[in-house]
């Protein structure tokens, strides 16, 4: 199995989310963030419930 095939992990850890404020903001799966601390893209993969998972891009 290639790496694209494999389900993204999530990258986001509990520390990672210390200190970052909460956005209120619409987005559709396939979209794109930019960690502005890191300068880390992250691409919006899948969305269950209350558990969002993103792939690292860079």
Do not use: W
Request: include cysteine.
């Amino acid at each position: 199995m290639n790496a694209k095939n494999q389900p993204a992990a999530p990258v986001a850890t509990e520390d990672t989310l210390k200190g970052m404020q909460s956005v209120d903001m619409t987005v559709e799966v396939g979209a794109s963030i930019c960690l502005e601390r890191t300068g880390e893209i992250l691409r919006l993969v899948k969305i269950e419930g209350d558990m969002i998972t993103f792939e690292k891009i860079n």
